[in-house]
C-alpha cells in the first residue's frame, strides 16, 4: 500500500535549517509531483512547495521563496525540504502529498518547532 513517511522535524533556533525527508514507498514515486504541506493548530493546511515528477519544475509559497527548497531523487524514491533561515512563524507540522486522482495521499506529518 502507498506508504509516506516524513522525517527530520525538530527543534532549531530563529535563522537555523532543517532538512526534511519524506521517503515513498508503494506506488510509482517517479511519475508523480510530489508536495510538502504545512498545518498549524487550528489553521487549514497551506502548500509550501511542490517538484514535478521529473523534478525540473518547483514552486513554492510566497512565505517560502528563497529560503526553502524543494528536491527529489527519483532513485531513492525520496522527496526533500531543505529549510534554511527558519522563522517562528514556520512552525508547524510539516507532510508531504501527492495526487492519484481521485485521492490526496499524505504522510504523517513532522514537527517543525522554531525557537529561541
Known amino acids: 500500500q502507498v506508504q509516506l513517511v516524513e522525517s527530520g522535524g525538530g527543534l532549531v533556533q530563529p535563522g537555523g535549517s532543517l532538512r526534511l525527508s519524506c521517503a515513498a514507498s508503494?506506488?510509482?514515486?517517479?511519475?508523480?509531483?510530489m508536495s510538502w504541506y504545512r498545518q498549524a493548530p487550528g489553521k487549514e493546511r497551506e502548500l509550501v512547495a511542490s517538484?514535478?515528477?521529473?523534478?525540473?519544475?518547483?514552486n513554492y509559497a510566497d512565505s517560502v521563496k528563497g529560503r526553502f527548497a524543494i528536491s527529489r531523487d527519483n532513485t531513492k524514491n525520496t522527496v526533500y525540504l531543505q529549510m534554511n533561515s527558519l522563522k517562528p512563524e514556520d512552525a508547524d507540522l510539516y507532510y508531504c502529498s501527492y495526487y492519484k486522482p481521485p485521492l490526496d495521499y499524505w504522510g504523517q506529518g513532522t514537527r517543525v518547532t522554531v525557537s529561541s
Open positions: 508503494g506506488f510509482s514515486f517517479s511519475t508523480y509531483a
Open positions: 517538484i514535478a515528477s521529473a523534478g525540473g519544475n518547483t
